[in-house]
Structures are given as structure tokens and as C-alpha cells.
Nanobody, 124 residues
Framework: QVQLVESGGGLVQAGGSLRLSCAASGLIFSNYVMGWFRQAPGKEREFVAA????????YYADSVKGRFTISRDNAKNTVYLQMNSLSPEDTAPYYC?????????????????WGQGTQVTVSS
């Protein structure tokens, strides 16, 4: 049974930082592209970042480029999202997801497995 468990969310002031983690089990982690998504209330799920199977390639939404960094540790079956210079517009639950396709994709519809999400709230 595949499980993705996010952690690290919380309340932070604008300009602050958070580091999200997503621990995976029940799958061969290094066979999956990993992605982070978020979904603000009343909005569609939004691509944030993705990382290739080996970690050699990363992809970001324009809205987070230069502020967020995605990374992975295949030995620990964990993917991370370092978030800096946070703004209230970044407030949302954040979800990690696993995609069995060979290349990273930004559409949430193609990802195979999802975590339950971790809430990030940025106060102004």
C-alpha cells in the first residue's frame, strides 16, 4: 500500500521560511517523479514544483521560482520543499504526489499517488 505523508507545514509570518517533507512508503521511490502541489480555497490544484527520479532535474511554477527549492533523498524515500520569502499568497494546503512517468509533468491529473496534505499559512 502506497503512502505519502507530508509534514512541516505551519503558521509563519510573511518573509519567513518553512521546509516541507514528504515520506514515501510502499513504492520504489527512485522510480517516481515527485511533485508538490497546492490548492487554495475555491481554486484548482496548482503545480508548485517537481523533481526527476534521480534529482538531477527540477521544475518550478513561475510564482515560486527563485523562492522555493525542491530536493529528494532516495536513500530516505523523502522529498522536500524548502520555501523562502513566503507571502500570504502562498497560503494553502500543500500536497506531495508521485508520478510513474519518466519525465516530470505539471498537471496534477497525471500523478498516481497523493498525500493528505499539510497546511501552510502565511500571515501578513
Amino acid at each position: 500500500q502506497v503512502q505519502l505523508v507530508e509534514s512541516g507545514g505551519g503558521l509563519v509570518q510573511a518573509g519567513g521560511s518553512l521546509r516541507l517533507s514528504c515520506a514515501a512508503s510502499g513504492l520504489i521511490f527512485s522510480n517516481y517523479v515527485m511533485g508538490w502541489f497546492r490548492q487554495a480555497p475555491g481554486k484548482e490544484r496548482e503545480f508548485v514544483a517537481a523533481i526527476s527520479r534521480t534529482g538531477g532535474n527540477t521544475y518550478y511554477a513561475d510564482s515560486v521560482k527563485g523562492r522555493f527549492t525542491i530536493s529528494r533523498d532516495n536513500a530516505k524515500n523523502t522529498v522536500y520543499l524548502q520555501m523562502n520569502s513566503l507571502s500570504p499568497e502562498d497560503t494553502a494546503p500543500y500536497y506531495c504526489a508521485a508520478d510513474s512517468a519518466p519525465r516530470a509533468r505539471s498537471s496534477w491529473r497525471v500523478y498516481d499517488y497523493w498525500g493528505q496534505g499539510t497546511q501552510v499559512t502565511v500571515s501578513s
